[in-house]
């Protein structure tokens, strides 16, 4: 079994920036895609970047492109999603998931992601 472990949510004002962290531990596979997801209330879990096992590889959802950057740290099995410029339309539960079907594209849908982290709350107040 796989266990991912977000932290680093809170509260910050419009124009501020977050980092999260997700740890990934326990039967990790060999290779895997890492993804940042979000849910407002009320809405749909959405996409929000994706990064490929190399780290070649990195999808942006539009609304977060320049904003939001994502990487991982080998070593730590973790991701890191460094959000900038916050708007409080980011408010939202922000969740970590692992793909371990394809290692080398991000794919964007939440039905193709198998581990999924328990989330951590973001909140921008403008």
């Known amino acids: 079994q796989v266990q991912l472990v977000e932290s680093g949510g809170g509260l910050v004002q419009a124009g501020g920036s977050l980092r999260l962290s997700c740890a990934a531990s326990g039967r990790t596979f060999n290779s895997y895609v890492m993804g940042w997801f979000r849910q407002a209330p009320g809405k749909e879990r959405t996409f929000v970047a994706g990064?490929?096992?190399?780290?070649?590889?990195?999808n942006y959802a539009a609304s977060v492109k320049g904003r939001f950057t994502i990487s991982r740290d080998y070593a730590k099995n973790t991701v890191y999603l460094q959000m900038n410029s916050l708007e409080p339309e980011d408010t939202a539960v922000y969740y970590c998931?692992?793909?371990?079907?394809?290692?080398?594209?991000?794919?964007?849908?939440?039905?193709?992601?198998?581990?999924w982290g328990q989330g951590t709350q973001v909140a921008v107040s403008s």
């Open positions: 998931a692992l793909d371990r079907k394809d290692p080398l594209v991000v794919v964007t849908a939440t039905f193709r992601y198998d581990y």
């Open positions: 990064i490929s096992w190399t780290g070649g590889s990195t």
